[in-house]
T-cell receptor, first 116, second 112 residues
Framework: SAVISQKPSRDICQRGTSLTIQCQVDSQVTMMFWYRQQPGQSLTLIATANQGSEATYESGFVIDKFPISRPNLTFSTLTVSNMSPEDSSIYLC????FGGGGDEQFFGPGTRLTVL | AQRVTQPEKLLSVFKGAPVELKCNYSYSGSPELFWYVQYSRQRLQLLLRHISRESIKGFTADLNKGETSFHLKKPFAQEEDSAMYYCALSGPYGGSQGNLIFGKGTKLSVKP
């Protein structure tokens, strides 16, 4: 299994500013993922972050808006740039690791972002 | 298009009653299906996956390819089952679980 922590747990930010969310895992993992959950919506994958390579973004998400770093096998950051109220969401980090029944995704506690 | 549909936002049952949380999917190929659960103030966690064909906390889910469904069932609901339940798919089996596609979730409320 994998235990994931995220910082900050929540934040309230002003329009036009940027916020960097940190994700720390207690074990080395190859694949890390960043999801967004907008109010009343399902979780949507933003990008996949593999160590040593550029993040792979899903349709509708771009690097300029959501730059990602993956400096090592236990850590990643997601930056939400030039924020607008539409960016108010819960942002979740997840990793793929071995669980009781095989490979599974483990999720962090999430970062609740409110943009005013 | 790949899609997961959970038609019920909220499902309320009494303790001891059977519960069924519905999930339908759209996917060209053979996806892997999952149910995730999020209890109050806890993180999202895997409940079960269709390839395991096991019962977790009394819950089971059968993949029906003909109906493209993966409904979650429990014969006797308990108060501690109250949580948010998300159906998700990835595909195909054996590949990375990356790019999980989630439904919008169903909030299960079990009343005493």
């Amino acid at each position: 299994s994998a235990v994931i922590s995220q910082k900050p747990s929540r934040d309230i930010c002003q329009r036009g500013t940027s916020l960097t969310i940190q994700c720390q895992v207690d074990s080395q993992v190859t694949m890390m993922f960043w999801y967004r959950q907008q109010p009343g919506q399902s979780l949507t994958l933003i990008a996949t972050a593999n160590q040593g390579s550029e993040a792979t973004y899903e349709s509708g998400f771009v690097i300029d808006k959501f730059p990602i770093s993956r400096p090592n096998l236990t850590f990643s950051t997601l930056t939400v740039s030039n924020m607008s109220p539409e960016d108010s969401s819960i942002y979740l980090c997840s990793v793929e690791s071995f669980g009781g029944g095989g490979d599974e995704q483990f999720f962090g506690p999430g970062t609740r972002l409110t943009v005013l | 298009a790949q899609r997961v549909t959970q038609p019920e936002k909220l499902l309320s049952v009494f303790k001891g009653a059977p519960v069924e949380l519905k999930c339908n999917y759209s996917y060209s190929g053979s996806p892997e299906l999952f149910w995730y659960v999020q209890y109050s103030r806890q993180r999202l966690q895997l409940l079960l996956r269709h390839i395991s064909r096991e019962s977790i906390k009394g819950f089971t889910a059968d993949l029906n390819k003909g109906e493209t469904s993966f409904h979650l069932k429990k014969p006797f609901a308990q108060e501690e089952d109250s949580a948010m339940y998300y159906c998700a798919l990835s595909g195909p089996y054996g590949g990375s679980q990356g790019n999980l596609i989630f439904g919008k979730g169903t909030k299960l409320s079990v009343k005493p």
